[in-house]
């Protein structure tokens, strides 16, 4: 059993309040797609409003309540070649429930493993 890889982080995705589209209309991507392979994300809502996501723009797939955090600890304890991820090329979109007036927008973290 090998653990020889090492946590890296991608750059912070960000989408700005104004920047987000009625969920039933559409979704937006929130920055660019991810550049590697991904074991760990934290998706953050930091608005007023209930804000649905999708992962690769096909409906819905979750939603988070206002000014709330999402964690998914995708590939936990698993060896390299063995896990779940999210792959290289995935994107997370966005889009409102009911329309946020206050706040900053969404982001997303991605933790990938160097070595995979």
């Known amino acids: 059993m090998s653990y020889t890889a090492r946590s890296q982080w991608e750059g912070i ?26 074991r760990q994300i934290i998706v953050t809502n930091d608005t007023n409003a209930v804000i649905a996501f999708s992962v690769n ?9 206002p000014y709330s955090q999402f964690v998914s600890d995708i590939a936990a304890n698993k060896q390299i070649n063995s896990s779940l991820f999210m792959s290289k090329g995935d994107a997370l979109y966005a889009g409102y429930v009911a329309a946020p007036t206050a706040g900053t927008g969404v982001s997303l973290a991605a933790m990938y493993g160097k070595g995979d």
């Open 13 to 38: 995705r960000r989408l700005a309040r104004g920047s987000i589209p009625d969920s039933a209309v559409s979704f937006t991507i929130i920055d660019t797609a991810l550049s590697n392979p991904v």
């Open 57 to 65: 723009n096909n409906g819905a797939n979750f939603e988070l309540l």
